[in-house]
């Protein structure tokens, strides 16, 4: 479990060059891009506090993210962002589970992939991000190297203590493509009635929505 102790004074030290958005103003609409404050200036105020900053910028990626899932709205400057948390502390699950989740919503799997592969390097013996990796490619992907790529991550973790069986049988599936949007839908109903998070829920709904499957009645939200 992460500590939050000490955000406000994280925030406070960044100052204005950690402020969440820049806006952009075209004749056509308004894009607010997610800032991204410079790396060399970052690392170095944040020496001794990695983790403090690595908090804040998150929480900043999250209430962008949050903002522009709920206007349908494409999202900007989010892998530079979390490349740099990541940068800050390589061992933030969260980061990565929802980082990913942002840029495979985007359309940028490639990102996201490039972002779990660093996590992956940051933390052997951990079957948490390999498997969390390989779920990321079987739920965005659509290349077939994507989903090869998948095989060998859930094929990794399930060589890791504490795994799951479920690495194993992903790792198979992931051979069977013809499958995968039978799978790729019970994932995402279950993310969608179950998830822990309205981002991770608003991701899910507008997958399946995407995908022509019905939404379920929710219990306690909206059907």
Known sequence: MRTWVGIPAAIGLFGASLGMLRTYDTSMSKIEYLSIPPAVTTHALAAGYENMAADALYLQFIH???KHLRAKQKFYNVY??????T???PHFEGAYVMGSMALGDN???DEAETL????????????????QAGMS???????????LRAAELFRAAAALPGAPPE?????ARMYTVSSRQEMATKIWLDTYLHAPSEEARGVAERTLKRMGVPLPHRSGGRP
């Open 64 to 66: 962008y993210f949050g």
């Open 80 to 85: 530079p962002v979390l490349d740099l948390v």
């Open 87 to 89: 940068n800050l502390d």
């Open 107 to 109: 359309g940028q799997v």
């Open 116 to 131: 779990w592969n660093k996590g992956v390097r940051a933390n052997p013996g951990k079957w948490q991000f390999p498997y």
């Open 137 to 147: 490619l079987f739920l965005f992907g659509n290349r077939n190297d994507q989903y």
């Open 167 to 171: 690495a194993r049988y992903m790792e």
